[in-house]
């Protein structure tokens, strides 16, 4: 019988689960997955996962009606275990409703939904957290892994050839859902790198524009049907799906990205990260993991932390946690990290 997994939360979320489906694909066979619909694309390709399963929580799938066809289509799927790593009474709720007799969750997540709890630790990477909910010990740091096709690379490199990148170049991750999230110095960065590789700006059409502000930094836009393009930097926001997406972060030098999910893709994708953290703290679990990844942030502020996600807006109006970090700052750590070699 086939296991079932329930991930209904952020995109970062989900690609940092894919240790989770590894380690339970390993031990009991490939799961089918509930997750959103923006998510289920980096899920659909993945060996661990047999079938992926939309769950449009906020759209057609809203409210009871929508939870209870999905736990009734469930329930007729006969699954033996459910696996719950994100503590939301809706994912124990709809496990509970499709009668899966196994239900598997954390102790501080909805105990009297589960028949069986984990003990979720309080400290280390998230990654580590979501493994103790298959009991897998955290004898080392296990890395996200997305599995792209060969139509995906070759969307992504249609793009860069059209635009006439090549490598090395960075890539820039501006977005955030949480507002206080987003650096504001971008278009400075690019305008310090443009002389030195090409800069492109990688994000979902919510993205595009402040990849058109960061394309107006470097000087010289051009707009046509495809991209904005000016200078030395190029916006793809918007143009290329969630796994074509994947595969230009894979193809690029280092990404510069604030605390969301394009850090995690770049982890699977084994490029080279440097992460800006404002209001959030590598701390929480959700920093880069590789060797030679850099996390900054600013040191001394009482106010920081201010949340565990990063509100929408700083709460006192001043933003600096973000503002205080300067592009030099950003650029230095690029530098450092050996990724860009000067163009002769």
């Known amino acids: 019988m086939t296991n079932l997994l329930i991930q209904t939360a952020f995109l970062g979320d989900v690609v940092l689960t894919t240790p989770l489906l590894a380690a339970l694909a390993e031990r009991e066979g490939p799961l089918d997955v509930v997750t959103t619909p923006a998510a289920a694309p980096l899920l659909e390709t993945h060996p661990a996962v047999r079938r992926v399963i939309p769950y449009d929580k906020r759209g057609v799938d809203h409210g009871w009606r929508g939870m209870r066809d999905l736990a009734q289509r469930l329930q007729a799927e006969h699954y033996a275990a459910a696996y719950l790593p994100h503590r939301s009474l809706r994912s124990a709720a709809l496990a509970w409703l499709a009668r899966i007799p196994r239900r598997v969750g954390y102790r501080d997540g909805w105990r009297r939904l589960y028949t069986e709890t984990r003990t979720r630790p309080t400290s280390g ?56 999230k987003r650096w504001p110095y971008y278009g400075a960065l690019a305008r310090r790198l443009a002389d030195r590789a090409d800069v492109v700006v990688v994000g979902g059409p919510e993205d595009a524009p402040l990849g058109d502000e960061i394309v107006e930094a470097v000087g010289r836009s051009v707009k046509d049907s495809l991209l904005v393009a000016g200078g030395r930097a190029v916006s793809a926001c918007g143009k290329l799906t969630l796994r074509q997406s994947a595969a230009l972060i894979a193809r690029a030098a280092v990404l510069v990205t604030n605390d969301s999910a394009p850090l995690h893709v770049a982890t699977a994708m084994g490029t ?11 701390e929480f679990g959700f920093g880069p993991i590789k060797a030679g990844d850099v996390a900054l942030g600013v040191v001394g502020l009482d106010c920081r932390p201010c949340s565990r996600h990063g509100p929408p807006r700083c709460p006192l109006g001043h933003h600096r946690c973000m503002r205080d970090l300067g592009p030099e700052v950003v650029a230095r750590a690029i530098e450092e990290t050996g990724a860009l070699h000067r163009r002769d």
């Open 272 to 282: 080279p990260i440097v992460a800006v953290f404002g209001p959030t703290l590598p």
């Open 125 to 180: 990477h998230e990654i580590d957290r979501l493994l103790a909910l298959a009991d897998v010990p955290p004898r080392h740091q296990t890395t996200p892994s997305l599995q792209l096709t060969a139509a995906d690379v070759a969307a992504a490199d249609a793009l860069l050839r059209a635009v006439q990148v090549v490598p090395p170049f960075v890539a820039l991750a501006p977005g955030s859902i949480w507002g206080s």
